[in-house]
């Protein structure tokens, strides 16, 4: 049995990264918010959990240089492909994601969802959308 190969989609930020796992036909696989100081353990825990991570994409944004760094570092080690990924309005895209995934209840259904804001950060979601943006690009 052939596994199919996973993406890992980063979302780098100063206090705070969003991760994804996705899979080749961007399935979302998980994702979580997890603390920029602790990226590096985080990731190489989610490396060892999900062995079929095959690439791995950080988005250019916020901090990227520092979580690019570590990310891109991970990657060679581990021999996984490595790419940076345009991030531009992908916070705008995730907040509106996350009211399609968690849809308004009560009195919020009848204000305009462009006037929402979500309750929660979105830096996960934000991942998710980097690593489909990139699968869309590297499509095979």
């Keep these: 049995m052939v596994l199919e190969p996973y993406v890992l989609a980063v979302d780098p930020g100063r206090d705070k990264t969003g991760v994804a796992i996705l899979t080749k036909t961007a399935q979302l696989v998980m994702m979580d918010i997890v603390s920029t100081a602790s990226v590096q353990k985080e990731l190489e825990t989610l490396l060892a959990m999900y062995p079929t991570i095959t690439y791995m994409v950080c988005g250019n944004g916020t901090n990227h240089k520092v979580v ?44 305009p969802k462009g006037m929402l804001y979500p309750p929660v950060p979105v830096d996960d979601i934000t991942a998710w959308i980097i690593g489909e943006r990139w699968l869309l690009v590297n499509e095979e």
Aim: positive net charge; hydrophobic residues 35%; aromatic residues 12%.
């Design 68 to 111: 690019g760094s570590i990310v891109k570092t991970l990657a060679i080690s581990q021999e996984r492909v490595f790419a940076f990924m345009n991030e531009k309005h992908t916070t705008e895209e995730a907040r509106r994601r996350y009211f399609e995934v968690h849809p308004p209840t009560g009195w919020k259904k009848l204000v």
